[in-house]
């Protein structure tokens, strides 16, 4: 089974290569697992289902919050910056032509 830096390898994978591939943008919106299984070849999890989301041109941005964390009160700065993802959501505004 793939341990969850495997998993998040994966998906930043898929991000780089949506970005310049827009069937493969379509793959990763209509059906996740494949998309992970074309950039990787780590076993996912059958427990878990992959979304992502196509926020390009849609006025409502889905950001997603990281897993909690138990027992937060008890990490290190340098753990918190590793949970915290350091995600970065491009946010681009359409002005319609006038």
Request: negative net charge; contains cysteine; glycine residues 4%.
């Amino acid at each position: 089974m793939a341990e969850d830096n495997e998993i998040n390898s994966a998906v930043r994978e898929v991000m780089k290569r949506a970005v310049v591939d827009p069937d493969f943008r379509q793959l990763a919106v209509r059906d996740g697992k494949a998309a992970l299984a074309k950039v990787s070849t780590a076993k996912l999890p059958t427990s878990l289902e992959f979304q992502f989301v196509d926020n390009y041109s849609n006025p409502i941005k889905t950001i997603p919050l990281p897993d909690p964390v138990e027992n937060a009160d008890e990490l290190m700065d340098e753990e918190l910056e590793q949970v915290a993802g350091g995600a970065c959501i491009p946010v681009t505004r359409v002005v319609p032509p006038k």
